[in-house]
């Protein structure tokens, strides 16, 4: 149970013994006895993470503007719903329908990786469309539409998108919605957060007020057993040209990365690997913005300081998900300017 500022009720002492016999018990029950294993859905980043995102983990997604922080944030969503697991999405920056668009064109992309809808194909169609004609219809018009329609009947159920308000959607209201989706789908869902900076809490300051966001949702991880994955926004010293962004530019608070069990940084690729890739072939220009590189700057159950590519695929709201390790050397502040 949590408690009005947000933070879990402390529990009863547990006696040494009594922890390995109930472990014993639920281990002969044949239940996992540790943390319940999220799959992210991208082979090579669950192999840092040792499978994936845990119960009780506070993950931080950050990056600049508009390099994929919320496209990577609910293709993990979705990717945790196709597999069976339950997901539930707060959006703070993008009403419900534009994520359905997304979904769409991801949807239509994963089932025919040739020329499929994209995301700009579903909006017209959808805009432009002709009174009293079927969703399944519409989408039946479009290459790969009647596949995407499949499979988001067939996992409609377990996803859930909250329009989420910087006035409204209090720290409460997020545990309220989380513990109605863990009752109504019969288990607990991966959480996804859009933005953290977004959450109205009761303190003066910016610091202050991400510092208590932050908690709350670290204490709502552990108390509800589930994986919270909350994108932040870049403090605006960050997205000067050339800079590449670390969890220290995370807006707000040191407390986000202290508080944060795994912190993820999308940049582009050709923002943040060395000059030397670049400066003597100028091709590798074109070819580097076609991939994003995701660091693992912290990861309190594996590996940390992996950097990791995933070639992008934005017209169809996706990454392509069979990434790999960067080969090339990366630096922190990019010094070629093309």
């Known amino acids: 149970m949590g408690t009005p ?29 540790g943390a319940r294993v999220w799959s992210t859905g991208f082979p090579v980043l669950d192999a840092v993470l040792t499978g994936g995102l845990r119960s009780g983990e506070l993950v931080l997604l950050g990056g600049p503007a508009g390099h994929g922080k919320t496209t990577l944030g609910m293709q993990v969503a979705r990717n945790a719903v196709a597999a069976g697991a339950s997901a539930l999405v707060f959006s703070f920056e993008h009403e419900s329908h534009t994520l359905l668009e997304r979904l769409i064109s991801l949807e239509a992309a994963e089932a025919d990786p040739g020329e499929v809808a994209g995301v700009i194909d579903v909006r017209r169609v959808l805009e ?61 869902p991966l959480v996804l957060l859009d933005y953290i900076q977004k959450v109205p809490v009761d303190r003066r300051g910016e610091d202050e007020r991400v510092t208590a966001a932050a908690e709350g949702l670290k204490d709502l991880a552990l108390s509800a057993r589930v994986p919270v994955v909350a994108i932040s926004a870049a403090d605006k010293d960050a997205l000067a040209s050339g800079h590449r962004m670390r969890a220290k530019d995370l807006r707000g608070s040191s407390a986000l990365a202290f508080e944060a069990d795994v912190v993820l940084i999308v940049n582009d690729k050709v923002d943040v690997v060395s000059r030397e890739h670049l400066l003597y072939n100028l091709g590798n220009i074109e070819r580097f913005r076609a991939w994003s590189v995701v660091s693992i700057e912290k990861n309190r159950h594996g590996k940390a300081h992996v950097e990791l590519e995933f070639a992008k695929d934005f017209e169809h709201g996706r990454f392509d998900r069979e990434g790999k390790e960067v080969n090339e050397r990366l630096i922190d502040d990019r010094v070629f300017v093309s």
């Open 5 to 33: 500022d947000g933070h879990r009720d402390a529990g009863p002492l547990r006696p040494l013994d009594a922890l390995l016999s109930e472990t014993d018990e639920v281990l002969r029950r044949g239940t996992p006895a």
């Open 128 to 188: 432009t469309a002709d009174r009293g004609e079927s969703l399944q219809s519409l989408l039946g018009g479009l290459r790969g539409g009647a596949q995407a329609y499949a499979a988001l009947a067939g996992y409609g159920d377990r996803l859930q998108i909250h329009e989420s308000s910087g006035v409204t959607t209090t720290l409460e209201r997020v545990r309220e919605a989380v513990a109605r989706v863990t009752e109504t789908t019969g288990q607990a």
